[in-house]
């Protein structure tokens, strides 16, 4: 069993949609929560950096870490075509030396 | 404008030769990946470097060296010894000052034939 599992898609939605993507994990150490966001032959960019549980939202984008139950999700309102892209999540301990690890990507199409 | 660069996008190589990947930072960071990532697959570590003249093996480090003479500077040679080494290399960087969180460059997709 991988540490962090992510449904790799593609998800297709209509544009205008909420889209939720989740990841889930196994290691109870995990602190830090990010998504990246990844377009095709492009590095990944960072969209979102949460510590421990709760919500954070950046415009249309709102993490959410659920810590009891090895949890998270990116929602994105109003879906744009633009949007199109790969969805990695990533983890971290502490004190793990910046360690990062990632789920597999999940990838979204957003159709007009 | 601080960011990081990597050099060339594309390289194409005959099997059987060693060829370097260039990955070059001005954030100032201390710390400096590679990863490796396999076309509908994750990231995955093959170095990192934590400080200048010190790095340490990630998952899949047999088949690759790395260097780490200058702080910007974190070279990543693909030898003979890959077995697999047609891939997209991503290398980033990251500060001890926010945990976790890693910047990366545009990458560098490799073709061996």
């Known amino acids: 069993q991988k540490e962090v599992e992510q449904d790799p898609g593609p998800l297709s939605v209509p544009e205008g949609a909420i889209v939720s993507l989740n990841c889930t994990y196994s290691?109870?150490?995990?602190?830090?929560f990010m998504w990246y966001r990844q377009y095709s032959r492009k590095g990944p960019e960072l969209l979102m950096y949460?510590?421990?549980?709760g919500n954070k939202e950046d415009g249309r984008f709102t993490a959410q870490v659920d810590k009891s139950s090895k949890y998270i999700s990116l929602f994105i309102r109003d879906s744009q075509p633009s949007d199109s892209a790969t969805y990695l999540c990533?983890?971290?301990?502490?004190?793990?030396?910046?360690?990062?690890?990632f789920g597999g990507g999940t990838r979204l199409m957003v159709k007009p | 404008d601080g960011g990081i660069t990597q050099s060339p996008k594309y390289l194409f190589r005959k099997e059987g030769q060693n060829v370097t990947l260039s990955c070059e930072q001005n954030?100032?960071?201390?710390?400096m990946y590679w990863y490796r990532q396999d076309p509908g697959q994750g990231l995955r570590l093959i170095y990192y470097?934590?400080?200048?003249?010190?790095?340490q093996k990630g998952d899949i480090a047999e088949g690759y060296s790395v260097s780490r003479e200058k702080k910007e500077s974190f070279p990543l040679t693909v030898t003979s010894a890959q077995k697999n080494p047609t891939a997209f290399y991503l290398c980033?960087?990251?500060?001890?000052?926010?945990?976790?969180?890693?910047?990366f460059g545009p990458g560098t997709r490799l073709t061996v034939t």
């Open positions: 470097s934590q400080i200048v003249n010190d790095f």
């Open positions: 290691n109870s150490a995990f602190q830090y």
């Open positions: 949460t510590y421990s549980s």
């Open positions: 954030l100032n960071h201390d710390a």
């Open positions: 990533a983890m971290s301990g502490v004190n793990a030396g910046n360690m990062l690890t």
């Open positions: 980033a960087s990251s500060t001890r000052a926010k945990e976790g969180e890693q910047y």
